[in-house]
């Protein structure tokens, strides 16, 4: 059964400083990943998806990718009291299926 | 464009009753997957469902059963219901087959007393 390590924190950022997310999985096969960002009490929300081929950049937020030592990054740039959440790594489930296995999350705090 | 659209908002139910969630996905969206989530924890994929068959099932017991319907909108079924049932079920719709880009609706809150 595939696993999404994450530490669960809080890890906390002055505001304006690179947050850095990881999270560790535990197949070798996995091909894509995603980053899900959940405010407290609302549902997650996709903000990033990379795949095997590449790291990704999209505004303030950049996901990379160390396939060598299975696991994937976000980086927050700028951040801001605003990115205070919980975010959420998953990866596709397999087994035929699209689910996502999710790990726990990790809490973000800005500190302003 | 409406996003994921789940009904009801909150619940509260007794052990031993059953619980009916409904989900509509995004328009043009043919694949809706299920998701339990406890506090403090990540998703649990529960089912998805595509072109109105089970495509996959998480680790679930089988007092948890859904369908998908010809419009794509989706329930999902909980009977004799467990205080460990008390979460947040979320619906998360994407395009279609191979495409993992999942987008959830705001979720259902079940509270088992």
């Known amino acids: 059964q595939k696993e999404v390590e994450q530490n669960s924190g809080p890890l906390s950022v002055p505001e304006g400083a690179i947050a850095s997310l990881n999270c560790t999985y535990s197949?070798?096969?996995?091909?894509?990943f995603f980053w899900y960002r959940q405010y407290s009490g609302k549902s997650p929300e996709l903000i990033m998806f990379?795949?095997?081929?590449g790291d990704k950049e999209d505004g303030r937020f950049t996901a990379q990718l160390n396939k060598a030592s299975q696991y994937v990054s976000l980086l927050i740039r700028d951040s801001q009291p605003s990115d205070s959440a919980t975010y959420l790594c998953?990866?596709?489930?397999?087994?035929?299926?699209?689910?996502?296995?999710f790990g726990k999350g990790t809490h973000l705090i800005i500190q302003p | 464009d409406a996003g994921v659209t789940q009904s009801p908002t909150h619940l509260i139910k007794t052990r031993g009753q059953q619980v009916t969630l409904r989900c509509s996905p995004i328009?043009?969206?043919?694949?809706v997957s299920w998701y339990q989530q406890v506090l403090g924890q990540g998703p649990q994929f529960i089912f998805q469902?595509?072109?109105?068959?089970?495509?996959g099932r998480g680790n679930f017991p089988d007092r948890f059963s859904a369908r998908q319907f010809p419009n794509y909108s989706s329930e999902l079924n909980v009977n004799a219901l467990l205080l460990g049932d008390s979460a947040l079920y979320l619906c998360?719709?994407?395009?279609?087959?191979?495409?993992?880009?999942?987008?959830f609706g705001p979720g259902t809150r079940l509270t088992v007393l």
């Open positions: 998360a719709s994407s395009l279609g087959w191979g495409n993992n880009e999942q987008f």
């Open positions: 197949d070798r096969g996995s091909q894509s």
């Open positions: 990379i795949y095997s081929n």
């Open positions: 998953a990866v596709p489930s397999g087994g035929g299926a699209d689910g996502l296995t």
């Open positions: 328009s043009g969206h043919k694949s």
């Open positions: 469902y595509y072109e109105k068959e089970e495509r």
